[in-house]
């Protein structure tokens, strides 16, 4: 999916606007990311040739790394809400759930499938038509 997608945290005090194709929408169950959501899941876009606009309130966004390992967050001091940050490679990582427009897309997969918590479901024994990896895609 290429398109213009508009974002921004709960406050309100960032918003942000991401131009460019959406190579993959992956539902992340690896520990880090589940830490990240409070959830089973992050649901992030990944955009290797986006361009990420701050269009308000960018200077506030905080930057989390996880010491020794490639794990990122970034988000609003204030709200506490996720938001976009650039990965090593140059890729913009998107949380889905920061996006103000309509994303018309589905995910692509669900990935660290051999880290996913006891507790949730197990989704390659549903009906779910979207499909499971064991780690990344590709890697």
Not at 9 to 28: M, P, V
Not at 34 to 62: I, T, Y
Not at 68 to 97: I, M, N, Q
């Amino acid at each position: 999916m290429t398109g213009n997608l508009q974002g921004s945290c709960q406050c309100g005090q960032i918003r942000y606007q991401l131009q460019g194709k959406i190579a993959g929408f992956y539902l992340c169950h690896c520990s880090r990311c589940r830490k990240d959501s409070g959830s089973a899941h992050a649901a992030n876009l990944f955009c290797p040739q986006a361009v990420m606009e701050w269009l308000a309130g960018g200077e506030l966004a905080v930057e989390y790394k996880v010491p020794e390992t490639r794990h990122r967050k970034c988000f609003c001091p204030t709200c506490g809400s996720s938001l976009p940050y650039r990965l090593d490679d140059g890729t913009w990582l998107v949380p889905a759930g920061s996006l103000d427009s309509e994303l018309v897309m589905k995910p692509s997969a669900h990935i660290f499938m051999d880290s996913k918590a006891a507790w949730d479901r197990d989704w390659r024994a549903d009906d779910d038509p979207i499909p499971c990896f064991e780690g990344f895609p590709g890697r």
